[in-house]
């Protein structure tokens, strides 16, 4: 999903919310860890799946839409944050992961 819609939604369904700028510095986590020189390619994985009995055709839609990355097709996971945070040290003035509905232009799901 386009980040414009993300913003539409954010609005209507939690507002006093942003999302998160990307420049915006969570908790010094690395999150670009290299994968392991042993981890398959992600088609060699989907190679192995057994996709039923009609010769494949199940997993069709997957390989075309989500993981070949249709953004119409898509879920989003976003972070938030409180517009005015009262104090930024606690611990719900934190960024907040949600789940955005590509289909259904909602949040479907949020942590904690």
Known sequence: ??????EKIVKQDLPGHRLAS???PTD????HKNPESSTPEIDAI??????????GAANGPVKAGLIAGDESLDDSIALVVPEAP??????????KAQV???RKKTIIGSQG
């Open 46 to 55: 989907l190679d192995r799946v057994d996709w039923g009995n009609d010769g």
């Open 86 to 95: 009262a104090d930024s040290l606690a611990r719900k003035n934190r960024p």
């Open 28 to 31: 010094n986590v690395e999150t």
């Open 100 to 102: 955005f509905s590509a």
């Open 1 to 6: 999903m386009k980040r414009e819609e993300l």
């Open 22 to 24: 990307t420049a915006e």
